[in-house]
């Protein structure tokens, strides 16, 4: 008995730490190269509305994640044009794109399914699937939890050690690195800050528009106006307590999701527990732990070095 | 005296222009037409005596933070967490209201509006002195504690400080002697209102004619070479966090003891954010801080009510803010470069 | 660049001019070559045109007028890329490192690499190469430490094995010693006569004569923008007298015409000294020890000269003095106070104040306006100000019109921002400021005439003077030995982050001793 349930919460905790994975990914990318780019949150919702709305209309959940990772690619784009073709402040176009985001989701889902006719709330037929890989899903114990999910977790298996491997064993990898350190000294060195941050903002935005897709194609069938919910905020919170770095970062995400699956899951079991820890400080605790982390270890925390600076070559 | 930069004032109307013909679009998108619905907007926001004090009424907590992050911003401290110390300030507030309330009036009105203002600077001490001592970016750690904030306000109106009579995530209601009592009836402008507009006067004051004013200027622009003026800039910065943390803090306090009379889910709607553009657009100056927030305020009403009445969806709002930053900033950035270094200094650009 | 690889570079310059945007011209006329496998020394003062020269060699600038011909053949470089094409390159003064990456990193973002080595990189390979490589040069250097952890001599060697790794063939050095520590600039001796016999050739720019003899084959003298002395091999095995080369150099026998120095005619009478520094040590930036062990006293009313190569530390003491740095060791005692754990800005509160050689950065902030910037310094400095919640703006506002007036500040007007000021009227600003100051006891000068006409130079040196006379005392960095001269009332010598002769100026000076000191050849 418990260990079905301890199978299913595991389960969980895979799923619902693939959104996360994909937008952390997306956005370690792009700040790596130096971008600060704080409207990942708007861009999570954008992503997850239009997901939504093609998935309605087209009853096909995945032709929803194209035009999410699209959309996101978009949004990612808009703040490169803003932050760094104009050379406008990374932060203040990160709000103010966040609060466009908020307003246009709004505005469009409403406007989209006609809220004032409607007396249901309009929800998508299909979701995926969950594609069992017939021989490592017999594994004992974890294969079941690993290898019985959507094909965007399976995505995730390729894309980790991918993401990895690119940052740190290709040439790519430094060049982005040293870009997010120096893109003085690596402009004038050769390589095109202009052309791998541009990369970066594509890659980058189409990750994250993939991890905002999953939420409304196949964790909910419905789309709430707070389905986000700062998670694109905790993202960059985690990303500082990994270092910026793959491994460490999809290692917080996970450990984040295993509260989050754990405080949703065991809350009813556990009342009596769970009256001494209200939901809330669960929920505040990736902001807490960065917060105290930066405090206590904020030397050996090192950001790149440009993280937010503005950066046009001076020709 | 501090100057009204020229170029802020163009470019704003530039941009607010460009964003007036966003909304056109938006309405042809809604196929409404949008004379008329701009029209509306306008008089909604402002056309009659009641929509301009219900403006006035709005822009106050625009304002006073705006005012404080006028501070942060000119010493080149960038609080994004005015949203966090507004959720801290009101909830203090409430909770001096609530626990206050067998005192006579106005003493628990004005424990609690003094109470929140403390409890918002005494927040934005957080990140502050993270900063200051730490040297640890403050965009992060605010935005944090934004979330922190939010959390823990939600986590209080729905438990301990949870209405008992209407169980819904609110805090029971505002006791009469905490409540600020309206100057005239039949409008919702109340005394702490009236305390926000005295701001506007002592801001510039403080801004122009006192060593802080001066030093923060200084400082925002060369923080290195501030060192070497002797300012003291670990001093400068938990001040001027902790006036806008105050100010962020007096905000919440209007709208918990003049205006909603209770803490409810989302009080803060954003203004923390919002506050972010206008004092920019106000061009860090307390007019244009003032003159703009009357403008956001009179824009929210607006849209408010004719999303109500004319069918159009909410969100109208969160939209021209987040786009209007970006239509200033590109203009601000293009009149800059174009105009004022030619005409002014007589200087190719550089 | 692979065709240079192994070919030898004839490089011819004929006849090059630079005008910049119709000013004074920087180079006339001036013919120069570089044969394989030598050391070519420039030389001349600063502002000879040596730098212009060599970045038109660099591919960095073009000449107004002129042709480069390497090998015969003529070429015309539109960047640096293209002179860095034909092996061409400078040994730059701000490093292209990316400091937070390890050395091994920093040189495979130079390297062409094929994309099969793009996509996987053998970093332990491509370390155990370098490593040898740098060890077979010479310069041994650890691929795996982190740049930001190296001594700016050590970030200099990196710079040259890049550049050697890849196969350049003409190296340009433009005053390469200036900060190194007298080791280390040995050990870039060395390796600069062991280079030639591989092929390399060597540009090495230096206005300090002492390096000439020791590395280079010919000598090419510069001033004012003309060649007027070249030295062929055949001079140079003859050997060279310093002397004369600073006749070539100076136009005159620049090194013995200053005699008597000062401007007191007897000895300062005073015995307190208003600061002290004892026994202190203080690292750069890059972690290593810069000060070794500095006592200095300053007394009340005095000028107290530092002389000195720049390099040896002066900055560091400079930021020591101020707080802006802290000591490992030792201690600061201002007007009887110990002020070592003191901040910046309160030791300014206290009485010293700084005239920094970089204006911009550190003196002013340059968007506001020109009396902005003098008042927000007295409204913080001085305490009578500061306490006040008030400001009666009309009395700053007037007192800093009238300083405008005074120190002739040219401007249209007060409020415009300092960024349309010169940086000569920016210095001046800076002094006026102070100056006005009534509770300034110590400043702290680091160049406080560079870039300023012959005019304003004198117009500070007297005002230095006449503060000095009503008691202020001062600390004058500089590189112009002539300004320390006139200015102080005792000098001291500062070479390798010690003290190593203080010299009173009343009495006369050998100035041929006192450069020996500079260079540290004695004491």
Redesign the interface.
């Known amino acids: 008995m418990s260990t079905v349930i301890i199978y299913d919460f595991l389960r969980a905790v895979v799923r619902v730490s693939a959104p996360l994975c994909y937008a952390g990914l997306g956005e370690l990318l792009v700040e790596k190269t130096g971008m600060l780019n704080i409207s990942i949150e708007g861009t999570l919702w954008l992503s997850s509305l239009a997901a939504f709305i093609i998935n309605y209309y087209y009853g096909n959940p995945y032709y929803g994640v194209f035009v999410g990772m699209f959309v996101g690619m978009l949004y990612y784009l808009l703040f490169g044009l803003f932050s760094i073709y104009i050379g406008l402040n990374q932060v203040l176009i990160g709000v103010a794109l966040n609060l466009f985001a908020y307003g246009s989701t709004f505005y469009i889902y409403r406007f989209v399914f006609e809220w004032r006719e409607r007396t249901t709330i309009p929800s998508v037929k299909t979701l995926m699937d969950d594609l069992r890989i017939p021989f490592l899903s017999d594994a004992p114990f974890l294969g079941g939890v690993l290898f019985n999910q959507p094909i965007t977790v399976y995505g995730l298996y390729i894309l980790i050690p991918l993401a990895y491997y690119l940052l740190n064993k290709t040439m790519y990898g430094l060049y982005i690195t040293s870009i997010g350190e120096n893109p003085e000294a690596s402009d004038r060195l050769g390589i095109s800050v202009f052309k791998y941050r541009l990369l970066c903002l594509c890659l980058g935005g189409l990750l994250v528009g993939l991890g905002g897709s999953i939420f409304t194609t196949y964790l909910s069938n419905i789309y709430l106006d707070q389905m986000i919910a700062g998670r694109g905020f905790i993202v960059i919170a985690l990303l500082i307590l990994g270092s910026w770095t793959p491994l460490k970062t999809i290692g917080a995400i996970l450990l984040y999701s295993f509260i989050e699956a754990f405080q949703y899951r065991f809350q009813a079991l556990f009342a009596s527990l769970m009256t001494f820890i209200p939901y809330q400080f669960v929920l505040m605790l990736p902001y807490l732990t960065t917060i105290i982390a930066l405090t206590v270890i904020g030397r050996k925390i090192k950001p790149p070095a440009w993280l937010g600076k503005h950066y046009t070559r001076i020709k | 005296m501090v100057t009204i930069k020229i170029v802020n004032v163009v470019s704003f109307f530039l941009g607010f222009s460009i964003l007036l013909l966003f909304t056109v679009l938006l309405f042809l998108v809604?196929g409404l037409d949008p004379l008329t619905s701009i029209h509306l907007l306008f008089y909604y926001g402002f056309g009659s005596p009641n929509y301009l004090i219900e403006a006035l009424l709005r822009s106050v907590p625009l304002l006073l933070i705006s005012l404080g992050l006028m501070f942060t911003f000119i010493a080149g401290v960038?609080n994004?967490g005015a949203e966090g110390q507004f959720c801290i300030g009101a909830i203090v507030a409430a909770s001096i209201a609530l626990y206050t309330a067998w005192m006579p009036f106005p003493i628990p009105l004005i424990l609690a509006t003094i109470g929140g203002g403390l409890g918002g600077a005494l927040y934005a001490l957080?990140p502050a002195y993270?900063r200051a001592v730490?040297n640890?970016?403050e965009?992060?750690?605010s935005?944090?504690?934004n979330?922190?904030a939010i959390?823990?306000v939600?986590?209080l109106i729905?438990?301990p400080l949870r209405n008992p009579t209407t169980n819904f995530a609110e805090t029971p209601p505002i006791p009469e002697t905490a409540i600020a009592p309206r100057i005239l009836s039949g409008y919702r402008l109340n005394y702490l209102s009236i305390l926000a507009f005295t701001l506007i006067p002592i801001t510039l004051?403080v801004l122009?004619?006192?060593?802080f004013g001066?030093?923060i200027?200084?400082m925002g622009?060369?923080p290195?070479?501030?060192?070497?003026?002797?300012?003291?800039?670990k001093r400068l910065i938990l001040r001027t966090m902790f006036i806008s943390g105050f100010l962020a803090g007096l905000a919440a306090a209007h709208e918990v003891l003049g205006v909603v009379h209770a803490v409810r889910q989302g009080i803060s709607s954003?203004y923390g954010?919002?506050s972010?553009?206008i004092a920019?657009f106000g061009g860090l100056h307390p007019i244009g801080i003032f003159l703009v927030s009357l403008l956001a305020a009179g824009i929210i009403n607006g849209t408010r009510l004719i999303c109500f009445f004319l069918?159009?969806?909410?969100?109208?709002?969160?939209?021209?803010?987040?786009?209007?930053?970006?239509f200033v900033?590109?203009s601000n950035?293009v009149v800059e470069r174009l105009i004022v270094n030619r005409l002014i200094?007589g200087?190719g650009v550089q | 660049m692979k065709s240079s690889l192994h070919t030898p570079l004839f490089i011819e310059m004929r006849g090059i001019t630079k005008i910049y945007l119709n000013r004074i011209p920087a180079l006339i006329d001036v013919d120069f070559d570089v044969k394989p496998c030598e050391v070519h020394c420039v030389v001349g003062e600063n502002g000879a045109g040596k730098s212009t020269l060599m970045k038109i060699l660099a591919g960095v600038l073009k000449p107004t007028k002129g042709e480069v011909l390497v090998n015969g053949k003529h070429v015309a470089f539109s960047s640096p890329t293209d002179a860095q094409r034909y092996g061409i390159g400078m040994v730059h003064q701000l490093f292209n490192l990316v400091e937070n990456l390890t050395v091994v990193d920093n040189v495979l973002l130079l390297l062409p690499l094929s994309l099969r080595e793009k996509l996987w990189i053998n970093r332990r390979r491509f370390a155990i190469d370098f490593k040898q490589f740098s060890e077979r040069i010479g310069l041994p250097m650890d691929p795996f430490a982190k740049v930001g952890s190296l001594s700016a001599g050590l970030k200099q060697r990196l710079e040259i094995l890049r550049l050697l790794y890849l196969g350049f063939r003409v190296l340009i050095f433009d005053e390469p010693t200036s900060m190194l520590t007298p080791i280390e600039a040995e050990e870039l001796y060395r390796f600069v006569r062991n280079a030639k016999s591989s092929g390399i050739s060597i540009i090495w720019v230096t206005h300090r004569l002492n390096e000439v003899n020791s590395i280079c084959d010919r000598v090419t003298v510069l001033r004012k923008g003309k060649v007027v002395k070249h030295l062929a091999e055949e001079d140079m095995q003859r050997g060279i007298e310093l002397a004369e080369l600073a006749y070539y150099m100076v136009g005159e026998n620049g090194l013995e015409h200053l005699h008597k120095v000062g401007h007191r005619d007897s000895k300062l009478q005073s015995n307190k000294p208003i600061l002290r520094i004892e026994n202190a040590v203080i690292k750069d930036e890059h972690n290593g020890i810069k000060i070794k062990n500095i006592n200095l006293e300053l007394y009340r009313g005095e000028i107290l000269g530092i002389a000195g190569v720049s390099g040896n530390g002066q900055k560091e003491l400079v930021e020591g003095l101020l707080g802006y740095r802290p000591l490992e060791k030792g201690k600061i005692t201002f007007d009887g106070v110990d002020v070592t754990f003191m901040g910046v800005s309160e030791r300014l509160k206290m009485g010293i104040a700084y005239i920094p050689a970089e204006r911009l950065e550190r003196g002013v902030a340059e968007d506001l306006s020109i009396v902005e910037n003098m008042y927000t310094y007295w409204i913080n400095a001085i305490d009578s100000f500061r306490k006040q919640h008030l400001l009666k703006k009309k009395l700053l506002y007037n007192t800093a019109v009238n300083l405008i007036k005074e120190y002739d500040i040219r401007t249209a007007d007060p409020n415009f921002p300092v960024k349309t000021l010169s940086g000569g009227n920016i210095q001046k600003l800076i002094l006026a400021r102070i100056f006005q100051n009534p509770y300034i006891k110590v400043v702290i000068a680091e160049e406080p005439t560079a870039g300023l006409d012959v005019k304003t130079t004198r117009f500070v040196h007297r005002k230095i003077i006449e503060a000095s006379r009503q008691g202020v005392s001062f600390i004058v960095f500089s590189s112009e030995l002539d300004e320390l001269l006139n200015l102080s009332d005792r000098l001291a010598v500062m070479y390798d982050g010690r003290i190593t002769r203080i010299y009173d100026c009343v009495d006369t000076i050998n100035i041929n001793e006192l450069s020996r000191y500079m260079m540290g050849l004695d004491g």
């Open positions: 809604a960038w994004i957080v993270l730490r640890i970016n965009v992060l750690t935005l944090m504690l979330y922190i959390y823990f939600s986590y729905l438990g004051i122009s004619k006192t060593g001066m030093s200027r200084f622009q060369n290195i070479a501030a060192d070497f003026i002797a300012i003291d800039r954003s954010y919002i972010i553009g920019y069918g159009i969806p909410i969100g109208l709002s969160d939209i021209l803010f987040g786009a209007l930053p970006i900033f590109i950035r200094y200087r």
